[in-house]
């Protein structure tokens, strides 16, 4: 089996140690193109490790990062999310949707939404 990279397989080193373990019991054995690595080998596996470590560490990082900028977002008093449509909008949705003669698509676009 092959694939890109590491944090492409899992989110945390625990699922990437499972899904190796569950290709290894089905005798399916990993290279990675990215980083060049063979888990056919004890120093392909131990890298494999080492990289999952890396992106769970990245990926820890990047969620801190949004959280942050979110917070900070919300202290300067700034609206988070999508904005709301007029109350006349949201009521002719409903409308249509009730009427069951027209698809979400469809609405949307002859609310001028989609």
């Known amino acids: 089996m092959a694939a890109w990279s590491v944090d ?23 290279y990675l193109h990215q980083q060049g690595i063979d888990t056919t080998t004890p120093a392909g596996k131990a890298m494999f490790q080492m990289c999952g470590v890396f992106a769970e560490f990245e990926r820890s990082i990047i969620r801190e990062r949004i959280n942050a900028g979110l917070a900070r977002a919300r202290a300067n008093g700034k609206r ?3 904005p709301r449509v007029d109350e006349s909008v949201e009521e002719g949705i409903r409308q249509a949707l009730d009427r069951r003669d027209k698809g979400i698509g469809k609405i949307a676009r002859e609310m001028g939404r989609g």
């Open 8 to 30: 492409r397989l899992g989110r945390s080193l625990k699922d990437l140690l499972s899904f190796l373990d569950a290709i290894h019991t089905l005798g399916i054995d990993l």
């Open 80 to 82: 988070l999310g999508r």
